[in-house]
């Protein structure tokens, strides 16, 4: 994602052309010729722009702050993804012509508006921390049913968990999106009233107000797994696990204890003859391990780790491994760097991860980690059915 949202650096990474189809879009007129403004270009825009009234001003900086934060390869890709999704091959081949990422995401903004509240989410679900998901990958397999009549019981089931164990959640809405081979269910229950102080025209106000927070589902039927991120609700991850189980999935035998077995399978990297199968067309050139850290099996809980610089061997983890005569281990964590070939003149991308015992791993779902999570299936590290990861 972009960073921190500034007025001059978004006007000067935009086209003028398509701030002036923004400005006429919302019938804003600036009394600006945009076809003759050259240099400084960003100064004049936005000096026009603080001459709007209040109201015009604010919804000028709430769209240029939801375009910044779409206009990064993440973001172009969650857009291409949803246009994808509804067959709008057009969309993917207007936005792949268009040069710039604001360029782009503006243009889908205009043009695509239909796609927008999909993409940010999805952009947003790509970005949450891997640590901050809980997985289950033992569901039998069931078929989402994602009808308006199912997904308003799901919301009543939610709402009725959180109003009877913490007296909020009376309010709710679940928005459901389908990418690759994965269904989002996207929950907002209405969280507890706050208040706040807020600028009002020119007047200072406090201003009381219901929040909702957030619970992202993301469900795979190829690899029987459900993915929840609810961030400070961690006690409520089983009951939810539970809801989604018998509203969405109708497994009324749906087993609430999650067991003990790793996720990850790390015994394949002990080798130092492993190697990953990389197929053909996935722009990987390189994988190196570049860090284990062992457990022993035997005494007290002990464990140490190695790092080793890869830049001239490949395999030097493994060198330093056989130097150190470890007693009987475990390997709990590994750290990957897998490269990629350059595109477009750009120099070679390159993705540093770590996967721990038993069911940790730093990837994310978007982009170049799908790539690499579907390599971790060939030798049965990251245990996947079918589909894309």
Sequence with gaps: MTGQFSYLQFLRRTPTEFLEKYFNSKKLELNIDFKKLGKSQETIIFEAIKALIDEQQRLVEADFQNINAMACEGGIAALIDEANYHDDFKCTESISAIDGFHAKALWAFLERNDYWRAATMFLHADNVCASYWKKRDDLPQSTPLVEKQYIAEFEKAISDFFYRKEGRGRNYQVEVYRRYNKEYFFA??????????????????????????????????????????????????????????????????????????PVYNLEPMIDPNFEFTIEPNSGITDVVINKLRLTFKYGLKQRITLEAGTSKAPKAIYDLLQKIHSPPYYVTQVRIKVTFEPKEGKRAQTRTFSISHPSYCSLNHDGNDIVIRNMLTKPGIEPRKNGIA
């Design 188 to 261: 907002y229950p209405e969280d507890f009233g706050q208040s706040e102080v807020e600028w009002v025209s020119s007047k200072l106000k406090t201003r009381a107000y219901h929040p909702a927070f957030e619970i992202i589902f993301v469900y795979c039927q190829d690899e029987n797994s459900l993915d929840i991120y609810a961030p400070k609700n961690n006690k409520a991850l089983a009951e939810l696990q539970k809801i989604f189980a018998q509203t969405i999935l109708k497994l009324s035998d749906f087993n609430e204890t999650v067991p003990d077995k």
